[in-house]
């Protein structure tokens, strides 16, 4: 059974950090990219980045225009867990994060090809 638990969320002024993990358990081998995705109230969820974790191509980071440059996402191997390093926060970084493990060919910044979704953590930037 996959279990993605998110963790590391919590309130934040505007220009500060926050890291969130994503514990997972139960992933097969063929798990193809882990994922970062947001939504927040009266919005649809978006992408927001993701790491190739199968093939040659693993450790390929893939990021939204919105956060390049100042989010970083990497993961731990020895102990199954995705990180989201988040700085420069904005208030529009405002959102539920969820972790997300992707399998397949599909687009790793498309939400379709995730098969499964952890419960969330809630991240807020106050201005």
């Known amino acids: 059974q996959v279990q993605l638990v998110e963790s590391g969320g919590g309130l934040v002024q505007a220009g500060g950090s926050l890291r969130l993990s994503c514990a997972a358990s139960?992933?097969?081998?063929?798990?193809?990219?882990m994922g970062w995705f947001r939504q927040a109230p009266g919005k649809e969820r978006e992408f927001v980045a993701a790491i190739i974790t199968f093939t040659w191509r693993a450790g390929t980071t893939y990021y939204a225009d919105s956060v390049k440059g100042r989010f970083t996402i990497s993961r731990d191997n020895a102990k199954n867990t995705v990180y989201l390093q988040m700085n420069s926060l904005k208030p529009e970084d405002t959102a539920v994060y969820f972790c997300?493990?992707?399998?397949?060919?599909?687009?790793?910044?498309?939400?379709?090809?995730?098969?499964?979704w952890g419960q969330g953590t809630q991240v807020t930037v106050s201005s």
């Open positions: 997300a493990a992707h399998y397949g060919g599909g687009v790793v910044t498309e939400s379709s090809g995730y098969r499964y």
């Open positions: 139960g992933l097969t081998f063929d798990t193809t990219a």
